[in-house]
């Protein structure tokens, strides 16, 4: 059986890093590169472990079922996905009222439906023992004033990968969440929305991709069903965890000085 890697965000930041690192964690005779820039996906190929499909797509059209649904017919009898990476997502640094409804709802399409459609698309074509990788992040604990959006997209990743995975484990298929902390990528390219003033002014840590992928496929071939690199951003989802929500977001306001 040929076995085959989706891997969405591939062209920057942890998506790239999944595709790079891929034989460090198992060996597979194909991955599919999924992402908006083609010339990214195509430099790929001179660098990842595998043979690369370069697939540009973006993952916010409307017709993504359909779309995504063609390119699984394409599989043989004797090609099976063993792995699913969805790391494709974004998220702002602004009030939400000061972002675009337009592009809030991009947000929602590309962090969730985008992910759930591959996640349900994809698993009647998955082999015994396939694995479902979803990034979520540390800020799915916890609402995040002025990061709104992207914190509650992220809480929805991180409650449906979980119960996914309890609800695949009779067919052999294991899902995980990814929760990084603030972590050295393009993200915050898009993030920030004006460099001048900007809303995020401290950051706790920031990780690497490196760090965070090793991470997570050491706990994947562990079983997790989450996924967390760092001592701050262990530290930080436990105590979101004690403390009342309430008291979390006024911490969160006073060091970001956004109280004034």
Not at 57 to 74: C, F, V, W
Not at 186 to 199: G, H, L, S, V
């Amino acid at each position: 059986m040929k076995k085959i890697a989706v891997i969405t965000g591939a062209s920057s930041g942890m998506g790239r890093e999944f595709v790079k690192t891929l034989n460090t964690y198992d060996k597979y005779d194909e991955i599919w590169a999924i992402a908006r820039r083609k010339d990214r996906l195509e430099e790929l190929k001179s660098t990842a472990p595998f043979p690369v499909r370069a697939i540009p797509m973006d993952l916010t059209d409307p017709d993504l079922p359909a779309l995504y649904q063609a390119l699984l017919d394409e599989l043989g009898a004797d090609e099976r996905i063993a792995l699913l990476v969805n790391a494709s997502g974004f998220g702002k640094f602004e009030a939400v009222m000061d972002v675009p409804l337009e592009e809030n709802l991009n947000m929602v399409d590309l962090n969730c439906k985008a992910l759930m459609t591959l996640c349900q698309l994809s698993v009647p074509y998955m082999c015994t023992g396939a694995q479902i990788v979803n990034m979520a992040s540390v800020a799915a604990f916890q609402p995040i004033p002025y990061i709104n959006i992207y914190a509650a997209t992220k809480a929805f990743v991180l409650s449906y990968s979980r119960a996914l995975n309890r609800e695949l484990k009779g067919e052999d298929i294991h899902v995980m969440a990814v929760c990084p902390f603030w972590t050295k990528t393009e993200f915050f390219n898009r993030a920030i929305t004006n460099p001048d003033k900007q809303i995020v002014k401290k950051y706790a840590a920031m990780y690497n991709p490196e760090d965070i992928v090793r991470r997570a496929f050491r706990d994947l071939k562990r079983g997790k069903d989450v996924s967390m690199y760092g001592f701050v951003a262990r530290g930080q989802k436990l105590l979101v965890k004690l403390l009342p929500h309430s008291f979390v977001m006024d911490t969160w306001m006073r060091q970001q000085d956004l109280d004034n």
